[in-house]
């Protein structure tokens, strides 16, 4: 280790052109604290440094302090350096607006109608008000006090027969007494002319709509068109579910029904009635169903079984409003095999945008009553209305 570090330096020093008596008066002062200095040197001399630590036990008390005129020093805390390229070394960035990307294809589809299509409301007549409604229009020449609350009555009947819901729109055509009072044919005339025009507007009468539609899709996710032409709308005509769903039967003793296992079409289940060769004995299966496009043509249909030719039992299908019927000629069960399944049907055009339909079972006495010889199981199932066009 070397201890004359003022030789040393002396040597250094030397070797820049910096005379010993510098050195003294300017390096030793300050290396007493450790603390790096700049020593005034000729301009022809690079300045220089040392930080290098001198040992506490170097003999410095000696060497005199340097003047402040003849040293350029200063004590300094070295900041930590850091790790940031400098701005020459930084990545340039250019900021560009995000894109929206493209969205998939579109396409847009026009759809016409082949024809008129219901628009409203859900329960309407076709062109004209019921009948009873209609003969409003015109009145007998012996006209009365009594046939104008008949009148009226029936009118306002038929506006909720065949499980039509409630209007009040049209209840509200109705005038609040039945006929002034002593009633005269002008009277009379003017209260009924003035109800039937009512009617005409009171949501009565249906609407219809045959404009085009257009609609705009993703291509490859345009709809089907739905079906509605050979499908069949009552969609629980099998008693699957085993429950009667929108059905309703009202019980009767002399014809008690159910729904069975017993002989089904098809599936499971179907509804079973037994007339039991009672007078007044029959029963009706009905249900409201809504959705009818009014001028088109249905056909009503379901399958029949029975086990006794000697019965004098009967079925007939219905389809209200407008009283379509399975004909009296072909209602007869006793003209079909027994145990064989027979598919019965009625083809109408609903004038309505409801039908209310009703399968009705039932027979008279064949024998004596109450015999077992004109006792009849009728199974019933897959029960279908179709429209055809």
Not at 211 to 239: A, E, K, R
Not at 327 to 342: D, G, I, R
Not at 358 to 365: A, F, K, Y
Request: glycine letters at 6%; proline letters at 10%.
């Amino acid at each position: 280790m070397v201890h004359d570090i003022p030789a040393l330096m002396g040597c250094v020093f030397k070797l820049c052109g910096v005379t010993s008596s510098s050195i003294y008066t300017s390096y030793f002062p300050l290396i007493r604290g450790k603390t790096t200095a700049y020593v005034s040197v000729p301009s022809n001399s690079a300045p220089v440094s040392s930080s290098a630590p001198v040992s506490s036990s170097a003999p410095v008390s000696s060497l005199a302090p340097v003047p402040s005129s003849s040293v350029e020093a200063s004590t300094t805390t070295e900041a930590p350096s850091s790790s940031a390229p400098s701005s020459s070394s930084v990545p340039s960035t250019t900021s560009t607006t995000p894109t929206t990307p493209a969205g998939p294809p579109l396409t847009t589809i026009t759809s016409c109608p082949p024809g008129p299509t219901l628009a409203g409301p859900a329960q309407c007549y076709q062109d004209i008000l019921p009948s009873s409604c209609q003969n409003l229009s015109s009145l007998p020449a012996n006209f009365n006090s009594r046939l104008m609350s008949s009148s009226l009555r029936q009118c306002s009947a038929a506006l909720t027969a065949y499980g039509n819901a409630p209007n009040p729109t049209a209840n509200a055509c109705f005038p609040t007494s039945t006929a002034a009072t002593p009633l005269n044919l002008d009277v009379a005339t003017s209260t009924l002319n003035s109800l039937y025009s009512c009617l005409q507007t009171a949501n009565v009468l249906c609407t219809f709509n045959a404009d085009c539609q257009t609609s705009t899709y993703t291509v490859g996710q345009v709809p089907s068109p739905t079906p509605s032409i050979g499908v069949d709308v009552l969609y629980d005509g099998g008693f699957e579910s085993g429950t009667y769903g929108n059905w309703s039967v009202p019980q009767s003793p002399n014809v008690p029904t159910e729904l069975s296992t017993q002989r089904p079409h098809t599936g499971s289940w179907g509804y079973h009635v037994k007339y039991a060769n009672i007078n007044g004995g029959t029963t009706v299966l009905s249900r409201v169903i809504l959705g009818i496009e009014p001028g088109r043509q249905y056909t009503l249909s379901a399958w029949l079984l029975h086990d006794n030719t000697a019965a004098a039992t009967n079925f007939y299908l219905y389809a209200y409003p407008g009283a379509y019927m399975t004909p009296a000629s072909e209602a007869s069960l006793q003209s079909l095999p027994a145990n064989t399944w027979v598919r019965r049907t009625i083809t109408f055009t609903p004038a309505s945008s409801w039908l209310q339909l009703q399968l009705s079972g039932g027979g008279q006495v064949s024998g004596v009553t109450g015999s077992a010889g004109g006792v009849d199981n009728i199974w019933v199932d897959d029960i279908t209305l179709t429209r055809l066009n």
